[in-house]
């Protein structure tokens, strides 16, 4: 099944494409923090609410973007999107980013400091304002480096 490949694939990422669109047809794209995927949703963090989130308010479906590196497959994640902004489940999610996005900065500085490299942006600064995209997955299409489309709907 595909929608276990996306499980193994999807777990290392830190930012996942969101594309999104607004009631003109008017396309968006915008990396969003990647929390987990749970019982056929996927979470992602907004600090920024912006067009995604203005997006989302008046058409709630996004698409996903990920890549297999090691078999140059991607996959195109397709759902409905509920967001989640205020409330107990939001403030458990928005604690499980603090505590990802810690860890994301703590090795980011590892790896500066072994390549002998300084960054200007290891700070872990959190923002005051945080929805989340919880996406009901609808449908995975794989697409293979040979150019060959697998779908599979949910």
């Known amino acids: 099944m595909i929608a276990k490949k996306i499980n193994e694939i999807i777990k290392d990422f830190d930012f996942v494409p969101v594309a999104t669109c607004d009631l003109e047809s008017n396309p968006n794209v915008a990396p969003k923090f990647f929390l987990k995927v749970e019982n056929n949703h996927i979470y992602l963090i907004d600090y920024v609410i912006g067009r995604t989130f203005q997006n989302l308010v008046v058409n709630p479906r996004a698409s996903l973007a990920v890549t297999d590196r090691d078999s140059?497959?991607?996959?195109?994640?397709?759902?409905?999107v509920e967001i989640l902004s205020e409330g107990p489940v939001h403030d458990k999610l928005v604690n499980e980013f603090q505590a990802r996005e810690i860890n994301?900065?703590?090795?980011?500085?590892?790896?500066g400091v072994l390549r002998g490299e300084g960054h200007e942006n290891f700070e872990v600064a959190f923002p005051k304002?945080?929805?989340v995209f919880k996406v009901k997955i609808s449908e995975v299409v794989?697409?293979?480096a040979s150019g060959e489309l697998k779908r599979e709907r949910m």
């Open 104 to 111: 994301l900065s703590s090795k980011r500085i590892v790896e």
């Open 142 to 144: 794989e697409i293979r």
């Open 72 to 80: 140059l497959t991607g996959y195109q994640i397709n759902g409905q």
């Open 129 to 131: 304002k945080v929805v």
